[in-house]
């Protein structure tokens, strides 16, 4: 069995000054559901400040969330990011420690890995406060990729949580849909659901990657192609720097720059313009070292 896609942790502990721990997936199949709701699903709800504003913050409706005896292995990662509760502590049987020891894999490649899960965490959900917190600490510099993160920890620092779940909502989600569709379908074809979805996924199952049972969520989106190029990029799914690089190549420089770029200037972004300039800066920095590399 290999890597399951949304049931890996990925830490930004360089990036947010270790604030979060680093985390790995355990693989193995869902068990059945117990009959009473579970601590971390418990933690979860008393953090968001209830059954609805929990399932508010994750975009699903309170019945779904009130159905819940324990977190769902798709949502693990949106939870997360909306109320600050470590995914850990969210799926202990999911999540356990880092395969691939800290030691032994490449400081690049690290910050790397944790820069993709930052963008992750934000594609996937609107950030919780806490998160806001965190972000606001964030220390730039005179590179590109610095002044970016500087960026960020500005607006960070003066957003107020509802405003930006309000603006996550209509940037991905609306009602019917968003004023963006984060999907490498559609950029490339202009649908849903095309031949780019039926490539990668032909390409996950060569490098055994899984996807998750019940996750509707399709494997091109913006979210979970950062959160396995996060796993990549640490050694986590165990793959060659040709096979990352030809990863890289094939599903994510073809058109995730251009969603940064639409991000930065869509007209319902504010605090999502500063994660728009952030991933469109970093993406072309990945382009050019595999590039070079190559």
């Given at each position: 069995?290999?890597?399951?896609l949304?049931?890996?942790?990925?830490?930004?502990?360089?990036?947010?000054?270790?604030?979060l721990?680093?985390k790995?997936?355990?693989?193995?199949?869902l068990?059945?559901?117990?009959?009473?709701?579970?601590?971390?699903?418990?933690?979860a709800?008393?953090?968001?400040?209830?059954?609805?504003?929990?399932?508010r913050?994750?975009?699903?409706?309170?019945p779904?969330?009130?159905?819940?005896?324990?977190v769902?292995a798709?949502?693990?990662?949106?939870?997360?990011?909306?109320?600050g509760?470590?995914?850990?502590?969210l799926?202990?049987?999911?999540?356990?420690?880092q395969?691939?020891?800290?030691e032994?894999?490449?400081p690049?490649d690290?910050?790397r890995?944790?820069?993709?899960?930052?963008?992750?965490?934000?594609l996937?959900?609107?950030p919780?406060?806490r998160?806001?917190?965190?972000?606001?600490?964030?220390?730039?510099?005179?590179?590109?990729?610095?002044?970016?993160?500087?960026?960020l920890?500005?607006?960070?620092?003066s957003?107020v949580?509802?405003k930006?779940?309000?603006?996550y909502?209509?940037?991905?989600?609306?009602?019917?849909?968003?004023?963006l569709?984060?999907?490498?379908?559609y950029?490339?074809?202009?649908?849903?659901?095309?031949?780019?979805?039926?490539?990668l996924?032909?390409?996950?199952?060569g490098?055994?990657?899984?996807?998750v049972?019940?996750?509707s969520?399709?494997?091109?989106?913006a979210?979970?192609?950062?959160?396995?190029?996060?796993?990549?990029?640490?050694?986590?799914?165990?793959?060659s720097?040709d096979?990352?690089?030809?990863f890289?190549?094939?599903?994510?420089?073809?058109w995730?720059?251009?969603l940064?770029a639409?991000?930065?200037s869509?007209?319902?972004?504010?605090?999502?313009?500063?994660?728009?300039a952030?991933?469109?800066?970093f993406?072309?920095?990945?382009?050019?070292?595999?590039?070079?590399?190559?």
């Open positions: 069995m290999g890597e399951r949304t049931v890996r942790g990925t830490g930004i502990t360089l990036l947010l000054s270790a604030l721990e680093k790995k997936s355990a693989d193995g199949t068990g059945w559901e117990v009959h009473v709701r579970d601590d971390g699903l418990d933690r709800i008393d953090a968001a400040g209830g059954i609805a504003p929990l399932a913050k994750i975009g699903i409706s309170q779904s969330v009130s159905n819940w005896t324990r769902p798709q949502r693990v990662i949106a939870v997360e990011t909306a109320t509760v470590p995914r850990n502590d799926r202990p049987d999911l999540y356990s420690e395969a691939v020891s800290p032994l894999v490449d690049v690290a910050a890995a944790q820069e993709y899960a930052l963008l992750a965490m934000l996937s959900a609107p919780s406060r998160l806001l917190e965190q972000l606001a600490a964030l220390a730039g510099d005179a590179t590109p990729l610095g002044r970016a993160h500087a960026m920890a500005d607006a960070a620092s957003a949580a509802a930006v779940e309000r603006e909502f209509d940037l991905f989600v609306g009602l019917g849909r968003g004023e569709l984060p999907y490498a379908s950029y490339l074809t202009g649908f849903l659901n095309e031949r780019p979805l039926s490539r996924r032909a390409d996950l199952a490098l055994g990657i899984e996807r049972a019940n996750n969520e399709p494997e091109d989106s979210a979970i192609l950062c959160e396995i190029m996060s796993g990549l990029a640490d050694g986590q799914f165990g793959v720097p096979a990352q690089r030809a890289f190549e094939k599903h994510v420089s073809p995730m720059g251009r940064f639409d991000i930065e869509a007209g319902n972004a504010r605090f999502y313009r500063t994660v728009g952030l991933g469109r800066t993406i072309g920095i990945e382009t050019e070292a595999f590039t070079f590399a190559n």
